[in-house]
């Protein structure tokens, strides 16, 4: 497993490298002027001049991108306004419109991110893999057709419909706001419920599908018939034995989900004026801020490699037939 865990860092390693050269050459070495973008008509020439320079655009390509390559294991220096501006590493650029650097500014915005997703994959994973089994065992019952009805309905709205929805209407909540956990972990929770119900309510719904297609084919395997002819009880059969091979496609799902949700949940943080990642990259992107940019497309990049590796790696606690080599 460690020879296979080695070979996986090595590719995950290129893929974010690949991932990083691809973005720069698509936000740095585009045909548009960024300079002249991001500065209007009203710019004088020493403005254009001054953002070119702190966005490094004076140089050759080649040395643009050594150069930020290199301020993510060694730092770098910036000018801004005449003013000279120091990167530590890992530095992935200075952001020209907020005066600070993308590290400074994915590092606020990332906790807010991870706690809604986090929090709401409690929900849905919970909620997901319980209602699946549930309708699993009781196929094409009443109570199956009824669950399964709720889950398409549900899927059929469209998200931001959906988080509108309870933004305006569910006034029992409490008022969504981010409050560090560290610092008060009561308000964290109580600012945070309304995202978590919208997101895991939303995916509760996906994931009660999958569960059940999952546990329908794995109560069919015949280690299941061959528990239930031991005289073990029906919810051993079903919750210890079934449903752990029917988490492994779970897993799957879930990684990917996760890692989308954590790099793209602009819907959840925007309704609900949490200062998030996905928010941050829609600000970035009206301002043509560019370094902001290319800083939250690699760190999208590197959560979705983890993210797969992870899951491979779980794979061989959920199912023992899967072997990592």
């Known amino acids: 497993m460690l020879l296979y865990i080695l070979k996986r860092v090595l590719s995950a390693i290129s893929v974010v490298f690949v991932a990083l050269v691809a973005s720069f050459a698509l936000f740095f070495l585009a045909p548009t002027d960024p300079a002249g973008v991001i500065c209007g008509n009203r710019c004088t020439p020493e403005r254009v001049a001054d953002i070119r320079s702190s966005l490094g655009l004076d140089e050759p390509p080649a040395e643009q991108i050594t150069g930020y390559i290199k301020g993510i294991f060694a730092g770098r220096d910036f000018t801004n306004g005449g003013t000279v501006q120091h990167c530590d ?38 909620l997901g893999a319980l209602l699946g089994t549930m309708a699993a065992q009781r196929r094409g019952s009443p109570s199956d057709k009824l669950l399964m009805g709720s889950a ?9 419909v959906f988080a509108l929805l309870v ?20 308000a964290w929770a109580g600012g945070l419920v309304a995202a978590w119900l919208t997101l895991g309510v939303t995916n509760t719904a996906s994931y009660t599908r999958y569960a059940r297609a999952s546990m329908i084919e794995s109560l069919g395997q015949d280690f299941v018939r061959t528990a239930r002819s031991k005289g073990i009880s029906e919810r051993r059969v079903v919750y210890r034995h079934g449903l752990r091979a029917a988490l492994t496609p779970l897993a799957t799902i879930f990684g990917i989900d996760l890692a989308g ?19 941050l990259t829609l600000r970035a992107f009206n301002q043509y801020d560019l370094p902001v940019l290319m800083g939250c497309v690699l760190l999208g990049a590197v ?20 072997r990592l080599g």
């Open 89 to 126: 590493a890992p530095c992935l650029g200075y952001s020209y419109s907020l005066g600070q650097p993308v590290t400074k500014l994915l590092a606020q915005a990332v906790p807010v991110t991870i706690s809604v997703v986090i929090g709401a994959a409690v929900v849905y994973l919970f």
């Open 152 to 160: 398409i309905t549900i899927n059929s709205i469209p998200y931001f």
């Open 167 to 186: 933004a305006l209407y569910v006034t029992v909540l409490p008022h969504p706001q981010y409050t560090s956990f560290l610092s008060n972990p009561i």
């Open 261 to 279: 949700q954590l790099t793209g949940a602009l819907f959840t943080e925007s309704i609900f004026g949490l200062p998030g990642l996905g928010v």
């Open 303 to 322: 959560v979705l490699v983890v993210m797969n590796l992870v899951v491979d790696i779980v794979y061989t606690f959920l199912d023992p037939r899967v």
